[in-house]
Each structure stands twice: as C-alpha cells, then as structure tokens.
C-alpha cells in the first residue's frame, strides 16, 4: 500500500511517500521531495520495481491526485504492478501506512525541530531505514522487526499488500495439487 505524509521545517515541508508491505510491514519504497507532485510517488514505486521486482503485485492506494495521472498508471503497468484504489474519505482501508505515519510523527516528528530541508531528509530517511525497517518490533510480527521477520523470509519481497498474499496461498495451493 502506498500514501503519502509531510514533515514540517523552519524552511517549508518536505513530503515523505511510501510503499509499505503488508504482510511484513517493511517499507520497500519511499521518496522524500520538497513539492507533492506525481513525480514523488513515481520515485517510490521505481524503488520497488528495481528492488522487489512486483510483477503480480496489488498496490493498494488512496485517491490522492499523485496516484491518478497517465504516468503513475503506465509505471504500475510498466512493473506488472495492480493498483487499487480505497474508498473515498475512508482510512481505514489504509490503516497500515497510517499507522507508519502516526509511528514517525510519535517516534520522530513529535521530538525534533528541523531548521532545513535536508536536515529533516536525513532524520527521516535515517527513522525509516535505520530503525523502522531494522530494529522497531511489530506485535503482528511475533515482535520481530520487518528485516527480521520470519514473514520477510517466507515471501518474496513482491507482496505489497495483504491481497497479494492471499493470491500467493491460492496459487501455492494449486501447485501442490
């Protein structure tokens, strides 16, 4: 699932988009720019494509007017990539990256006062990849972080959304009849 947050500085925001996996929790996809345009998401979703290779994936987004242009659809379809779309005004299809945000702004946002841009890029990107994805443990993940869940070794880094794992057990069910 994809979205898209900000972070506040003394010199203007910068806004942080996101692909998080749902079933290992781990984001696998983030962009940091100081405008929100498509261009940011587009940047995001090419950090999957290079890293994950998701053809096959769901990707399922908000109705965010980053996520609606030609290009975002050429690039999903590009990557093998399903786009689905949430209901309107609703969060809790989306509860998960909601949830990554709600953690950042806790963990990181709530405590800091950036006077640059760059210097919120750095803390951002440092809480994500540093202690996100490394070390913050997860309940949903027998409280192993997403580098060390056992759910990140079980699947390959392509499922991207709970839907996808669910068409993974159907398709390895099929292969084992």
């Known amino acids: 699932m994809a ?7 003394w010199a203007g925001f910068i806004y942080l988009a996101v692909v998080l996996d749902a079933w290992s929790r781990r984001i696998v996809g983030r962009s940091i720019s100081t405008s929100l345009e498509t261009t940011e998401v587009l940047d995001a979703l090419n950090t999957v494509a290079e890293q994950c290779k998701p053809a096959g994936a769901i990707l399922h987004l908000v109705h965010g007017c980053q996520y609606t242009p030609l290009a975002f659809g050429k690039r999903c379809k590009e990557t093998g990539i399903c786009p689905s779309l949430g209901s309107v005004r609703d969060a809790y299809d989306n509860a998960m990256c909601e949830s990554f945000f709600a953690t950042l702004a806790h963990e990181l946002l709530k405590h800091r006062r950036f006077k640059t841009q760059a210097e919120a890029r750095v803390a951002v990107l440092t809480f ?10 997860h309940s949903a993940l027998d409280y192993n972080s997403p580098i060390a869940s056992p759910a990140l070794c ?24």
Request: charged share 10%; proline share 5%; net charge positive.
């Open 154 to 177: 079980a699947l390959p880094c392509s499922m991207v959304s709970a839907w996808c794992f669910i068409s993974w057990l159907n398709n390895q069910a099929t292969l084992q009849q």
């Open 3 to 9: 979205d898209i947050t900000y972070a506040p500085t």
């Open 128 to 137: 994500v990849e540093g202690l996100y994805n490394l070390r913050r443990r």
